[in-house]
Nanobody, 115 residues
Framework: QVQLVESGGGLVQPGGSLRLSCAAS????????MAWYRQAPGKQRELVAR???????NYPDSVKGRFTIFRDNAKNTVYLQMNSLKSEDTAVYYC?????????WGQGTQVTVSS
């Protein structure tokens, strides 16, 4: 059974930082590209960061320079370090694992940026 379990969300003030974690089980983690998406109320789910199986990363302009995705294959975990958070970063953040004909999602973790 495949599980992606996110953690690390919460309430943070503007300008603050959070680190999200996604622990994977039931997959050969090192063979999967991993990504973080987010969805704010009334908006479509959007890509936040992606890291390939060999460690290549990409980010949309909205988070570039503020967010960093990295993975620890020994721990079957992918992380999202979020710095300089803004109110518009408020959303539910989802972990995604993708390989050939495989696509899995976590249950999401809420991130709220507010003073």
């Amino acid at each position: 059974q495949v599980q992606l379990v996110e953690s690390g969300g919460g309430l943070v003030q503007p300008g603050g930082s959070l680190r999200l974690s996604c622990a994977a089980s039931g997959i050969t983690f090192s063979m999967y590209a991993m990504a973080w998406y987010r969805q704010a109320p009334g908006k479509q789910r959007e890509l936040v960061a992606r890291i390939s199986s060999i460690g290549l990363t990409n980010y949309p302009d909205s988070v570039k320079g503020r967010f960093t995705i990295f993975r620890d294959n020994a721990k079957n975990t992918v992380y999202l370090q979020m710095n300089s958070l803004k109110s518009e970063d408020t959303a539910v953040y989802y972990c995604n694992a993708v390989a050939t004909r495989r696509d899995y999602w976590g249950q999401g973790t809420q991130v709220t940026v507010s003073s």
